[in-house]
C-alpha cells in the first residue's frame, strides 16, 4: 500500500522567509498522483496542487512552488516571501492510478510569525 | 460552489452511545470517504464507498461501520463509542476514473468527543 512521509511535525518561520515543506512517498505502482492540502485554522481542507507520476517538471503559483523528484520520491512544497496567512497545516498525499483512496502524510503546521 | 456538508460541526457523545456522523455532497460524486484525524498521525482512512450499497473497508476500520443507500450521503457509525474515537471526522467526495485523480473535495469536519 502506498505511504506519505511528513518528517517536519512544526516549522516557525518569521514573515518574509522562504520555508520548505518535505514529503517523500512510496509506492509500487508507476502512475500514481501526488497532492498537497492546506488546513487552516478553520479546519476544511483545501486542494493546493496534484502532479502526475509522468509530469516531473516543477510548477510554481505565485509564492508556491513544487519540486517533484521521483529519484528521490520525494515531492517538496516551497512558500517564497510567507505571510501570516500562511499558518496553516499542510498536507501531502498520494494516490495510486488503480485506487482511488487516497493515503495522506502526518502533516507538518507551519506557523508564520509577524 | 461544490459542496460536501456535514451535519455536525461539534459533537458530544457519552460512551456506549450509537453515533451517527452524516456526510452529504452535491457533486453528483461516486466516491465517498470517512477518515479522522489526530495529532501527529494525519489522516487516517476509516472506509470508503465507490457506489450506493457499497463500501470498501479502509486503514482503521475497527469499531466504525457506515452506510451508503443514497448516492449524495454516506453516513459513519460508531456503533459503540469509546473514548479513544475522540476525534475529527473528515468526510469527503471525488468523481471516479480519469477525473478520479483530481483530488477530494473535503467537508469542515465533525469534531466529536466521547465521554
Known amino acids: 500500500a502506498q505511504k506519505v512521509t511528513q518528517a517536519q511535525t512544526e516549522i516557525s518561520v518569521v514573515e518574509k522567509e522562504d520555508v520548505t515543506l518535505d514529503c517523500v512517498y512510496e509506492?509500487?505502482?508507476?502512475?500514481?498522483?501526488l497532492f498537497w492540502y492546506k488546513q487552516p485554522p478553520s479546519g476544511e481542507l483545501v486542494f493546493l496542487i496534484r502532479?502526475?507520476?509522468?509530469?516531473?517538471q516543477n510548477e510554481i503559483s505565485g509564492r508556491y512552488s513544487w519540486n517533484f523528484q521521483k529519484s528521490t520520491s520525494s515531492f517538496n512544497f516551497t512558500i517564497t516571501a510567507s505571510q501570516v496567512v500562511d499558518s496553516a497545516v499542510y498536507f501531502c498525499a498520494l494516490s495510486e492510478y488503480n485506487n482511488n483512496d487516497m493515503r495522506f502524510g502526518a502533516g507538518t503546521r507551519l506557523t508564520v510569525k509577524p | 460552489d461544490v459542496k460536501v456538508t456535514q451535519s455536525s460541526r461539534y459533537l458530544v457523545k457519552r460512551t456506549g452511545e450509537k453515533v451517527f456522523l452524516e456526510c452529504v455532497q452535491d457533486?453528483?460524486?461516486?466516491?465517498m470517504f470517512w477518515y479522522r484525524q489526530d495529532p501527529g498521525l494525519g489522516l487516517r482512512l476509516i472506509y470508503f464507498?465507490?457506489?450506493?450499497?457499497?463500501?470498501e473497508k479502509g486503514d482503521i476500520p475497527e469499531g466504525y461501520s457506515v452506510s451508503r443507500e443514497k448516492k449524495e450521503r454516506f453516513s459513519l457509525i460508531l456503533e459503540s463509542a469509546s473514548t479513544n474515537q475522540t476525534s475529527m471526522y473528515l468526510c469527503?467526495?471525488?468523481?471516479?476514473?480519469?477525473?478520479?485523480?483530481?483530488?477530494?473535495?473535503f467537508g469542515s469536519g465533525t469534531r466529536l468527543t466521547v465521554v
Open positions: 464507498s465507490y457506489d450506493v450499497k457499497m463500501k
Open positions: 502532479r502526475n507520476s509522468f509530469d516531473e
Open positions: 457533486m453528483d460524486h461516486e466516491n
Open positions: 469527503a467526495s471525488s468523481n471516479t476514473g480519469l477525473e478520479a485523480n483530481y483530488g477530494y473535495t
Open positions: 509506492t509500487r505502482d508507476t502512475t500514481y498522483y
